[in-house]
């Protein structure tokens, strides 16, 4: 049978066929496997079989394996004839098992390498989110315990009767950020709740997905799945790196929402000479909103290392807050009682409380941060980021199922 005259000129699979390369795919999973016994299905064939279930968003591997001997483009994407054996769906799951999360990172990153030669990427500017995915769990699996010391034992339990399960590498095992909660069903996933109200506002299991989309065409360059407990800012300035090590490009922009604008991440990437056309986590107008004088008001004095407030008056440091990571500056007792300026610098009745100023380590650079939050650029560029990275996730959600997860376990997820 004349295959290509059955798939019609115009299907999208041929597209995907005459420009992907599949068969390297070969080579990097070779040491995955052995020269005795049964023959392996192809590793090709395994990478067609992935791609397709996201291509044609379906959720299940068994629908999957069952819908392609009807479907002759299917067959002829695959390389399969009439007559030959369709591989059982838990060739998916040992190949997940078997290559690892390390390699199906090696795939992406080639898949990103082959954007970026297409001229899909340029490195100038890279939009950063974050969204959480629904674990496959119910909250019936949460276990409640008040005890560290029995939740530490269980979580023990539960990875050594993992272990002994053939199809678990050892290694795989991660224990799950929450301290008093332990699901039976994923120890992995966290209970947490969406930061926005509504129905989603309820605490369920859930995963936390992290992704870095370029600015010029939209291309995710750079991913993370963590628990669903990680903080939103944490891995920025990790992700910055990734997307670097993935393109060979130096990160050049970094916008981002409110969520990761930290003192740490602004003071990283400007120390690296990274515009972060980020939101402040702290909003710069809350003094003003209070009716009292703002940080900007009280002039730093480089020389004596002090600070002179809007009454002319000296805080002088006073130690160090790890909270903030800087130095805290206040002034006597005395000062600010018979201050007549009082009222405007704090509202506090109690006559024995100092106004404090932070002064964080990098503070220059902290400061050249927020200036660029605030440009025009900037907000010109997070307006921007609602389209790209936004998108992306709506996208993923709309077609790809992404807003709950397809398997369990971390390390599945994070493939």
């Known amino acids: 049978m004349d295959w290509d005259r059955r798939v019609r000129r115009d299907n999208p699979l041929r597209a995907v066929r005459e420009q992907v390369d599949f068969t390297w795919v070969r080579d990097e999973v070779a040491p995955c496997y052995g020269y005795n016994g049964n023959e392996s299905v192809d590793p090709v064939v395994i990478l067609k079989l992935l791609f397709l279930l996201f291509f044609d968003s379906v959720k299940s591997e068994r629908e999957r394996m069952r819908v392609i001997p009807e479907r002759l483009d299917y067959l002829w994407f695959l390389g399969f004839g009439l007559d030959d054996e369709i591989p059982d769906h838990s060739v998916l799951s040992k190949a997940r098992t078997r290559w690892g999360r390390e390699i199906f990172e090696r795939l992406f990153v080639r898949t990103v390498g082959q954007a ?52 678990i590498k050892s290694g795989y095992y991660k224990e799950a950020l929450h301290k008093h909660t332990l699901s039976l069903t994923d120890p992995d996933a966290t209970l947490v709740a969406h930061r926005r109200g509504g129905v989603n506002g309820h605490a369920r299991l859930r995963y936390k997905n992290y992704r870095v989309v370029d600015d010029r065409c939209g291309v995710i360059t750079a991913i993370t799945t963590t628990t669903g407990s990680e903080h ?53 107008g809350q003094a003003e909103a209070m009716g009292i004088f703002g940080t900007a008001e009280f002039v730093y004095e480089r020389s004596i290392d002090t600070y002179r407030c809007p009454a002319g008056k000296t805080l002088t440091k006073r130690g160090y807050n790890k909270q903030e990571n800087g130095w805290t500056y206040r002034a006597r007792r005395e000062v600010c009682r018979d201050c007549h300026l009082r009222d405007r610098c704090f509202h506090s009745a109690n006559p024995n409380y100092t106004r404090m100023i932070v002064r964080y380590v990098g503070h220059e650079a902290v400061e050249r941060g927020w200036a660029q939050s605030a440009s025009r650029a900037a907000r010109r560029d997070r307006l921007r980021r609602m389209t790209l990275i936004e998108g992306s996730f709506g996208q993923a959600a709309q077609n790809h199922h992404f807003k709950r997860a397809r398997w369990r376990r971390l390390w599945r997820q994070q493939i």
């Open 232 to 284: 939103e800012a944490r891995p920025l300035v990790a992700l910055a790196d990734q997307y670097a090590a993935n393109t060979g490009m130096e990160v050049r922009t970094v916008v981002a929402d409110q969520q990761d604008g930290t003192v740490s991440n602004f003071r990283t990437l400007q120390g690296r000479g990274i515009n972060t056309h980020m939101g402040t986590l702290r909003p710069r």
């Open 116 to 167: 970026v030669r297409a001229g899909l990427v340029d490195g100038s500017k890279i939009h950063v989110d974050s969204s959480l995915v629904d674990a496959d769990a119910a909250r019936e699996s949460i276990l409640q315990v008040d005890s560290p010391e029995l939740l530490k034992a269980l979580r023990g339990a539960y990875a050594a009767e993992e272990r002994k399960l053939a199809s």
